[in-house]
């Protein structure tokens, strides 16, 4: 029974802008996992709500079967439309939309990345539907035909700029994007893990240089990692997104000095696997401490795709939606 669920799942990993007041972002999760007569949504739930304070950026780890993850994510959307406004932002971490990011994951082996995108695809039009002034963008396999990146669309969207001009902006979806809304980027890819470490140090150029080490694009870097270093909380945070690529063995550039072995997982029927966070720790640790700073800790947001599954199935099997709030007594 458990098995025949896990294989339909589809992951979303909901980024909004929003964190210091957290009813608020506990009312948009809440709104994923209930049906309209206020009932528990079934085959739906909600495994994780990751607050970053300093960001003032939320992300909530919504899992459902194929043809309920739609559904469950507009709800949530719809929510944070109507309750987190954007003119008003303030945080240290560049973002967009209200609803910053949509992505999909797929989790089952029976879902491949072309459901996820069509999904996705089908999600923002509803959504600019529902919520009047709302637009957005596609990112990754929902991007047809060319299947941009988000990295390659945030820049052509002015994403990494301090203050985008939101009124020249075309939108894939809706008007130009509004001050309340802003854009919010809707994609589909393999599962995307989210990896920071901190390190001990104000120098944001000596970050600078270790996430440039660490890029994949550098001789020293990991394969499928994407790294920003932004100040976070006194100290430099390397921030790193981890992406899932097909195959099942270490790329070569992850097999120096016996490191620890890459997870793999399965996506439509192949084989994907990621960089684990012990080897991108390691990594920075080491490049940081030729400048004679030490790590301060690593936090991986959300789970690994195994997890994610694992964590699903045990949810849905228990006809737990609000397994945030559960997840300390189920671990313990
Ligand atoms: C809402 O959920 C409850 C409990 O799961 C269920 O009994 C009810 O039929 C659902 N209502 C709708 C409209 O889906
Ligand atoms: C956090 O961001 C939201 C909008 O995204 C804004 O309404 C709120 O005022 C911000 N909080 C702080 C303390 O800046
Ligand atoms: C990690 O960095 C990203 C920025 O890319 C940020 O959105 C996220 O909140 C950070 N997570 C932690 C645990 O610091
Ligand atoms: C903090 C953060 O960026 N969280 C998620 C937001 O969405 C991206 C896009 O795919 C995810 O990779 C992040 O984990």
Redesign the pocket.
């Known amino acids: 029974m458990t098995n025949t669920l896990g294989k339909r799942l589809v992951a979303c990993l909901l980024n909004v802008s929003e964190a210091r007041r957290k009813d608020l972002v506990s009312k948009v999760a809440q709104a994923a996992i209930t049906?309209?007569?206020g009932?528990?949504?079934?085959g739906t739930t909600v495994l994780n709500i990751f607050n970053d304070f300093d960001y003032n950026r939320s992300v909530i780890t919504i899992v459902a079967g194929l043809d309920h993850i739609r559904e469950a994510v507009l709800s949530a959307c719809e929510q944070a439309y109507d309750l987190i406004d954007m003119s008003a932002h303030s945080g240290v971490h560049p973002c967009m939309g209200a609803v910053d990011l949509v992505p999909l994951y797929p989790l089952g082996e029976e879902v491949g990345l072309e459901d996820c995108a069509r999904e996705a695809k089908a999600l923002a039009s509803e959504l600019i539907q529902r919520v009047s002034g709302t637009s957005a963008f596609f990112f990754g396999w929902a991007d047809t035909p060319q299947r941009r990146g988000l990295a390659q669309r945030r820049k052509e969207m002015g994403w990494f700029k301090k203050h985008p001009d939101m009124s020249v902006i075309q939108a894939d979806v809706g008007p130009a994007p509004q001050k309340r809304y802003g854009l919010t980027g809707v994609g589909a890819s393999p599962y995307v893990m989210n990896c920071n470490v901190t390190i001990g140090t104000q120098d944001l150029a000596l970050g600078r240089r270790v996430a440039a080490a660490l890029r994949e694009s550098s001789p020293s870097g990991i394969r499928g990692v994407q790294v920003l270093a932004l100040p976070h909380e006194g100290d430099v945070e390397i921030a790193c997104n981890v992406e899932a690529i097909r195959g099942a063995l270490p790329p070569s550039s992850g097999a120096r000095g016996g490191e620890s072995s890459w997870p793999s997982f399965n996506i439509g029927g192949e084989v994907y696997c990621h960089a684990p966070a012990s080897l991108i720790t390691a990594r920075v640790a080491e490049l940081a401490g030729r400048d004679g700073v030490a790590t301060k800790g690593t936090a991986l947001v959300g789970f690994t795709p195994v997890e994610c599954r694992g964590l699903a199935e045990r949810a849905l099997s228990l006809g737990i939606g609000e397994f945030w709030k559960e997840q300390r007594k189920v671990h313990m």
Request: aromatic share 14%; hydrophobic share 30%; proline share 0%.
């Open positions: 049906n309209s007569s009932g528990w949504r079934v």
